[in-house]
């Protein structure tokens, strides 16, 4: 605990401006400019966002303008070298919003630069990424961490609650949906949408959730998909797919079906519609976004600049009954709880132990990338299927820890699988 009237620092640094920065790191970035961050284990920790990197600076640009008063002064660095110059500007944790298959380069940049690491999900697109992002994090002694909001998700917290004290029983099978509407894909992922599928970007949610809360082996992987809208009929870019996991617990096997999809209408009520279902020995557990939530309806606004069905839960904007007004929601949660390990890490004690609280804070399964190799194992297999499907070959398998390999693809008509990744998952 600190023991100085100076707060500590942990300079930060932001890698992408979209979407994912406005709802949760520029309200927690806000939030800790004015209150800092406390914790009795290290005291106050001050968390100024010093420099942000983003291919044209033009949204961090937008952003100073509009934040005056309620952020520090930052360095906005872009172009191709931008997230080079982020991590000469003195930065001591970075996080990596940018779309997920840019993800790699940029995490593996700041953990080499011996910078502690917060990346959106899914963290990288394959196990032999994810193999050197380990391996940098534990040679440089910092933390590597990857974003699972959802896991903070109360319902989900209440569900790992049930599971974790054997008031649900043994789950059998289960099935998850997120339908984003078609504005997403055509507008604030146009840039980036190319070549990419919305199985990848929210799938990964439900894997972690589904790997994180029930555990168990990952067997087997399948996946389809379909195109069209988005992009053409016979190209990469998919509108929505379709995957199913199968899961071994000791001998019982369990399948889980997940389908995303970023065309739904944009009129739709739900406008983005999450639900889940899984089905235990002894109960169920059912929740839908729209069934627990408030549906609000105001003449030219919904479903538009106001959703229709609102999650108040995620990050949302209040004015508190003492007149001040806020954001939070579990979205911000996450990203703070990141700040108070690194923290934690740094200034939770005498110099001689850091590295015992290093290994403290990497052993948190619900984020470190230690903990993600089932997750990325689908997600690789996911990109995998749909490539091979597009090129003219659907109904692909890929199995885990399979005799020939970690990670193996068998095409149907080929008799010779395909090892993707050699070693054990």
Same mark, same amino acid.
């Not at 479903?303 to 508190?320: D, R």
């Not at 954001?327 to 934690?344: D, K, M, N, P, S």
């Given at each position: 605990m600190s023991t100085t009237n100076s707060p500590q620092t942990l300079r930060a640094g932001m890698i992408g401006m979209g979407m994912i920065f406005d709802d949760t790191y520029r309200p927690f970035f806000e939030a800790a400019q004015t209150q800092g961050v406390y914790d009795r284990r290290f005291g106050v920790v001050e968390v100024p966002l010093v420099a942000v990197a983003s291919r044209t600076g033009k949204r961090a640009e937008k952003y100073r303008a509009t934040a005056a008063g309620r952020i520090a002064p930052f360095v906005s660095f872009s172009g191709d070298q931008a997230v080079d110059d982020l991590l000469k500007s003195g930065v001591q944790f970075a996080c990596v919003a940018s779309p997920d298959d840019r993800h790699f380069e940029a995490s593996r940049k700041i953990l080499e630069a011996g910078i502690h690491l917060l990346v959106e999900k899914p963290s990288v697109l394959s196990l032999a990424e994810l193999d050197e992002l380990q391996k940098l994090a534990r040679e440089r002694q910092v933390l590597a961490k990857v974003v699972y909001h959802k896991l903070l998700d109360p319902d989900h917290k209440k569900l790992r609650t049930f599971v974790a004290d054997q008031v649900l029983q043994h789950v059998n099978n289960g099935y998850c949906s997120l339908l984003e509407p078609r504005s997403i894909s055509g507008s604030q992922f146009a840039e980036w949408i190319q070549g990419r599928n919305p199985g990848t970007y929210v799938a990964v949610h439900y894997i972690k959730l589904i790997d994180f809360t029930f555990g168990g082996r990952l067997k087997t992987v399948t996946a389809t998909g379909q195109r069209g809208l988005v992009g053409p009929a016979d190209g990469p870019t998919w509108d929505s797919c379709q995957m199913r996991l199968i899961y071994d617990f000791g001998g019982r096997e369990a399948a889980f079906d997940i389908h995303t999809s970023w065309v739904t209408p944009d009129n739709f009520p739900g406008y983005v519609e999450q639900e889940v279902q899984f089905r235990f020995d002894n109960g169920i557990w059912n929740g839908h976004s729209r069934k627990?939530?408030?549906?609000?309806?105001?003449?030219?606004?919904?479903?538009?600049?106001?959703?229709?069905?609102?999650?108040?839960?995620?990050?949302?904007?209040?004015?508190?009954?003492?007149? =001040?007004?806020?954001?939070?929601? !579990? @979205?911000?949660?996450?990203?703070? #709880?990141?700040? /108070? =390990?690194?923290?934690?890490?740094? !200034? @939770?004690?005498?110099?001689?132990? #850091?590295?015992? /609280?290093?290994?403290?804070?990497?052993?948190?399964?619900?984020?470190?990338?230690?903990?993600d190799r089932q997750t990325v194992a689908a997600v690789q297999a996911l990109e995998v299927i749909l490539a091979r499907q597009a090129a003219g070959h659907p109904d692909c398998v890929v199995r885990v820890n399979d005799p020939a390999g970690g990670l193996v693809l068998y095409t149907p008509g080929d008799a010779r699988p395909e090892i993707l990744y050699a070693p054990a998952v």
């Open positions: 627990r939530g408030v549906e609000c309806t105001v003449e030219g606004k919904t479903p538009g600049s106001i959703k229709t069905t609102l999650n108040n839960h995620y990050s949302s904007q209040f004015l508190e009954p003492w007149g =001040e007004r806020t954001q939070r929601g !579990y @979205g911000i949660e996450v990203l703070e #709880r990141f700040v /108070r =390990e690194v923290a934690y890490v740094e !200034y @939770g004690g005498s110099t001689d132990r #850091r590295n015992a /609280r290093l290994a403290e804070m990497a052993g948190q399964a619900y984020n470190d990338l230690a903990a």
